[in-house]
């Protein structure tokens, strides 16, 4: 069992930054793949990056804005959002995957956080 507890979301105005931690416990592992999900009003939860042993991946809609980091020793994985924009108003959820490879869907992972909530005005 494993759990997952996000933090640092908050307002920020566009073109701000907030960097988001997760913080794992439990039975976890640094070969596990961690992501982080959105999910805004009305919308389908969507990846956002992931990170695993062999590397990242971001998603286009945030690639070059947000970066995904891990700290295995703290079992700790950071998104840094940078330059926000209104359209990345969403709770974040911070999701591991019982495997090492990077699943893109909210199915492919087995544990979740409880999220955090983002916001940017306009």
């Known amino acids: 069992q494993v759990q997952l507890v996000e933090s640092g979301g908050g307002l920020v105005q566009a073109g701000g930054s907030l960097r988001l931690s997760c913080a794992a416990s439990?039975?976890?592992?640094?070969?596990?793949?961690m992501a982080w999900f959105r999910q805004a009003p009305g919308k389908e939860r969507e990846f956002v990056a992931a990170?695993?042993?062999?590397?990242?991946l971001v998603a286009d809609s945030v690639k070059g804005r947000f970066t995904i980091s891990r700290n295995n020793a703290k079992n700790t994985v950071f998104l840094q959002m940078n330059t926000l924009k209104p359209e990345d108003t969403a709770v974040y959820y911070c999701a591991i995957r019982g495997q090492t490879p990077i699943g893109l869907r909210p199915p492919e992972y087995d544990y979740w956080g409880q999220g955090t909530q983002v916001t940017v005005s306009s």
């Open positions: 439990g039975r976890t592992s640094s070969s596990y793949a």
């Open positions: 990170i695993s042993w062999s590397g990242t």
